[in-house]
């Protein structure tokens, strides 16, 4: 027997509508799952987007005021897609309503937030989903699994980059994203975020580190209407840029491995350049997320001028069956959201976590909250 789920979505940017895309495909690709989403809610305070998100994803109902979804009972889980400063306020509100929830990372602007939502989440006795989705493709979870199996021996090294360009045009509005008070902590929150994630992911806790951080683009214009995703402003009054453009960190993991994690949201001719090379004492595997769903592995007894060889994953991995019948058949970025719809509901159905959860947004916080920590002192920061 199916469960119907009443699902809503507070915050209709771009991040809303692929939470929303992601509920309606996950019958497609996960028949058996025993409840199915219904889209309830959505809630967003920018005039006219909530009833416009409703009229083409056929919501029930539409509002501007987020509060009305927590005072629903029709709602049973939500997905908190609204900006950073907003994450613990509704993220707690919610949990404290009975709703489980599914939230975007950095879960709030600190490692304050991310517990606050925590322990609601813990004392309501609700599920609650991370938005670390890059954990999820299956190449990713491949990698961890060869890892694991010590095929390339002990992990000696990492490096885990995130490059892109979304803020490098000089013209970008100044929102949210680069206001300390509303955006946190710049590309730490934004994609540095991920990458302790997949950090910690793959090889483990992360005992300490140490962080140099910039602004590179000091000032922008303020947007003079409504924006989504990274708009652009001209002729608006400049105001400065509070946040980090760049980071640079190394880590020391708790396993004795050691590590860089290097992200910038300004890097010109960088579009999603993400991913990770592990390197342990028989091998190394590389990957890639602009070629989603293929490793470099590197593993033998020959050591020196050992080769990398490609390997497509496939209905082995992961969640890839879900998704393709056969290796080297594509997956995209979206489909990536849609497991992670799918570990969430599944969490609902069980009572018990499936995927990313509170707990590694609390792990993830810690690393941001030290890395800014190190940036003003130069030193070295333990977790």
């Given at each position: 027997?199916?469960?119907s789920?009443?699902?809503?979505?507070?915050?209709?940017?771009?991040?809303?509508?692929?939470?929303?895309?992601?509920?309606?495909?996950?019958?497609?690709?996960?028949?058996?799952?025993?409840?199915?989403?219904?889209?309830?809610?959505?809630?967003?305070?920018?005039?006219?987007?909530?009833?416009e998100?409703?009229a083409?994803?056929?919501?029930?109902?539409?509002?501007?005021?987020?509060?009305?979804?927590?005072?629903?009972p029709?709602?049973?889980?939500?997905?908190?897609?609204a900006?950073?400063f907003?994450?613990?306020e509704?993220?707690?509100?919610?949990?404290e309503?009975?709703?489980?929830?599914?939230?975007?990372?950095p879960?709030g602007?600190?490692v304050?937030d991310a517990?606050?939502v925590?322990?609601?989440?813990?004392?309501?006795?609700?599920?609650?989903?991370?938005?670390?989705?890059?954990?999820?493709?299956?190449?990713?979870?491949?990698?961890?699994d060869?890892i694991a199996?010590?095929?390339?021996?002990?992990?000696?090294h990492v490096?885990?980059?995130?490059?892109?360009?979304?803020?490098?045009?000089?013209?970008?509005?100044?929102?949210?994203?680069?206001?300390?008070?509303?955006?946190?902590?710049?590309?730490?929150?934004?994609?540095?975020?991920?990458?302790a994630?997949?950090?910690?992911?793959?090889?483990?806790?992360?005992?300490?580190?140490?962080?140099?951080?910039?602004?590179?683009?000091?000032?922008?214009?303020?947007?003079t209407?409504?924006?989504?995703?990274?708009?652009?402003?001209?002729?608006?009054?400049?105001?400065?840029?509070?946040?980090?453009?760049?980071?640079?960190?190394?880590?020391r993991?708790?396993?004795?491995?050691?590590?860089?994690l290097?992200?910038?949201?300004?890097?010109?001719?960088?579009?999603?350049?993400?991913?990770?090379?592990?390197?342990?004492?028989?091998?190394?595997?590389?990957?890639?997320?602009?070629?989603?769903n293929?490793?470099?592995?590197?593993?033998?007894?020959?050591?020196?001028?050992?080769?990398?060889?490609?390997v497509?994953?496939?209905?082995?991995?992961?969640?890839?069956?879900?998704?393709?019948?056969?290796?080297?058949?594509?997956?995209g970025?979206?489909?990536?959201?849609?497991?992670?719809?799918?570990?969430?509901?599944?969490?609902?159905?069980?009572?018990?976590?499936?995927?990313?959860?509170?707990?590694?947004?609390?792990?993830?916080?810690?690393?941001?909250?030290?890395?800014?920590?190190?940036?003003?002192?130069?030193?070295?920061?333990?977790?």
């Open positions: 027997m199916v469960d789920l009443g699902v809503a979505v507070v915050g209709f940017g771009w991040m809303g509508r692929v939470h929303t895309q992601a509920y309606a495909r996950v019958p497609h690709h996960y028949p058996r799952l025993s409840v199915r989403p219904e889209l309830v809610a959505v809630a967003e305070e920018v005039p006219g987007r909530a009833e998100a409703a083409r994803f056929g919501f029930a109902s539409a509002t501007r005021d987020w509060r009305e979804v927590a005072a629903d029709r709602v049973r889980a939500v997905s908190i897609t900006p950073n907003l994450h613990h509704i993220g707690v509100a919610m949990a309503a009975g709703k489980h929830i599914w939230i975007e990372k879960v602007l600190s304050a517990q606050a925590a322990d609601a989440v813990a004392k309501a006795g609700v599920q609650g989903a991370v938005g670390f989705n890059y954990r999820n493709a299956p190449a990713v979870e491949a990698a961890r060869l199996s010590g095929e390339i021996g002990t992990v000696t490096r885990v980059r995130l490059f892109s360009d979304y803020a490098a045009h000089p013209e970008g509005a100044l929102t949210w994203r680069y206001e300390r008070e509303r955006g946190g902590s710049g590309v730490l929150g934004d994609l540095a975020s991920h990458g994630d997949l950090a910690r992911f793959l090889l483990g806790d992360i005992a300490s580190l140490t962080a140099d951080t910039a602004i590179f683009v000091p000032e922008r214009a303020r947007p209407g409504a924006t989504a995703g990274h708009s652009r402003a001209t002729g608006g009054t400049l105001g400065p840029v509070e946040n980090e453009d760049y980071v640079n960190c190394l880590l993991f708790a396993s004795g491995a050691r590590g860089v290097e992200a910038c949201r300004v890097s010109v001719g960088e579009q999603n350049n993400y991913g990770f090379e592990v390197h342990g004492t028989k091998g190394a595997v590389f990957w890639d997320f602009r070629r989603m293929e490793l470099g592995v590197s593993r033998g007894t020959t050591y020196q001028d050992q080769p990398v060889s490609t497509y994953v496939g209905p082995g991995d992961g969640e890839f069956g879900a998704f393709q019948p056969g290796a080297a058949n594509a997956m970025y979206d489909d990536l959201k849609v497991i992670e719809a799918y570990r969430f509901l599944r969490s609902v159905a069980e009572g018990e976590p499936h995927g990313a959860t509170l707990s590694d947004a609390v792990r993830s916080a810690a690393v941001l909250d030290a890395m800014a920590r190190s940036a003003v002192s130069g030193a070295w920061v333990s977790l």
